[in-house]
């Protein structure tokens, strides 16, 4: 019985996601899936990887992993990056591969703001194996199953994704918006349309330092974020804060919108998410557990999440007066602000 019951919730799984993308706990860690501006948002070769496990306890669960890479092109006030996400759901092993091809310009004012419009271009291929589903035509009266008299023969499914975003920031406070499937692609691996509807998002967040913690004289860095998002019928908002006392950080957030019902379509209460990190030289390494607090309780197993970032600074010189733009501290990153630069 309990098998069933499994294999049942893994089928509604496969259909609750056909319609939505994967999220990532860790939003500021996977910057380019977040949104396209952001990328060359730093001076530096930046390789970033992320792997999520959602609800293992169900052995049905959501698996997705991204790596990104971007850069900084100062002399074109640019920045390029490309983005790649593998995520496979359900017992039916529904897979997403994507590679996305992303573009930022940065335009700097006076008063030391940034504006950063971006694009992001995509290929995506979607398959599923149709025979791992249960259909009404298996199920017996006396609990036995048979095989299904429906036969699927799919191909994967190739389809094209467009999406744009925007960021405006300086070095101590960044707030942008995202908006991807603008095209409204065709992702249907049976005859028929479905379409992928739009996602978007609104972000920001706030950079503070702490002095004086009376450990020798260390400091620390406070930086409060959010992330609402809206795709379909499915809306969520996260908010929490990390707290940096290098090379250690600590973070805290949550996730779902408490003035919402339990309906449906919409996790009103989702989850409590605490993070570790280690921010070394040139790597930064953050590990994640979601507290499932919806009425999926946690028997599902929650969710494990880890980021790897790796960077390689490329500026060799100070640039010229006017080149630098300087870049959304996420956490506090010395190697990125400008008057270290300078020095």
């Given at each position: 019985?309990?098998?069933?019951?499994?294999?049942?919730?893994?089928?509604?799984?496969?259909?609750?996601?056909?319609?939505?993308?994967?999220?990532?706990?860790q939003y500021y860690s996977a910057p380019l899936f977040l949104n396209p501006?952001?990328?060359?948002?730093?001076?530096?070769?930046?390789?970033?990887?992320?792997?999520r496990n959602q609800w293992p306890?169900?052995?049905?669960?959501?698996?997705t992993a991204a790596f990104s890479f971007d850069m900084m092109l100062p002399e074109l006030r640019s920045g390029v990056g490309v983005l790649f996400m593998s995520d496979q759901a359900g017992t039916a092993s529904l897979k997403s591969n994507v590679?996305?091809?992303l573009y930022s310009y940065k335009i700097s004012t006076k008063s030391g703001w940034v504006i950063s419009p971006g694009l992001s271009f995509g290929l995506g291929r979607r398959s599923i194996d149709f025979n791992k589903l249960l259909f009404y035509d298996q199920l017996?009266?006396?609990?036995?199953q048979t095989p299904s008299g429906i036969i699927f023969t799919p191909d994967p499914k190739t389809y094209f994704d467009f999406g744009a975003g925007l960021l405006i920031y300086n070095s101590k406070m960044w707030i942008g918006g995202s908006a991807n499937h603008l095209n409204d692609p065709n992702r249907s691996l049976v005859d028929g349309v479905t379409r992928l509807p739009l996602k978007?998002?609104?972000?920001?967040?706030?950079s503070f330092r702490i002095k004086n913690l009376g450990m020798r004289g260390r400091t620390a860095?406070?930086?409060?974020?959010?992330?609402?998002?809206?795709?379909?019928?499915?809306?969520?908002?996260d908010i929490g804060t990390y707290l940096m006392i290098e090379p250690v950080v600590f973070g805290l957030w949550y996730r779902g919108i408490p003035i919402h019902q339990d309906v449906a379509d919409n996790v009103s209460q989702d989850a409590i998410i605490a993070n570790l990190g280690f921010k070394l030289s040139k790597f930064d390494i953050m590990y994640s557990y979601d507290i499932t607090v919806s009425k999926l309780g946690s028997g599902a197993g929650g969710a494990h999440e880890i980021s790897i970032k790796y960077e390689i600074n490329r500026l060799k010189r100070q640039p010229k007066k006017g080149r630098f733009i300087p870049c959304p501290a996420f956490y506090h990153n010395h190697d990125l602000n400008l008057e270290k630069l300078k020095q």
């Open positions: 019985m309990k098998k069933t019951w499994l294999l049942i919730f893994g089928t509604l799984l496969t259909c609750w996601v056909w319609a939505q993308d994967p999220a990532f706990s501006a952001f990328a060359g948002s730093t001076p530096s070769y930046r390789f970033i990887s992320n792997y306890g169900v052995g049905a669960g959501f698996k590679i996305n091809l017996n009266l006396d609990g036995t978007w998002s609104i972000h920001g967040g706030m860095d406070l930086l409060p974020s959010f992330n609402y998002r809206s795709q379909g019928r499915f809306d969520q908002l």
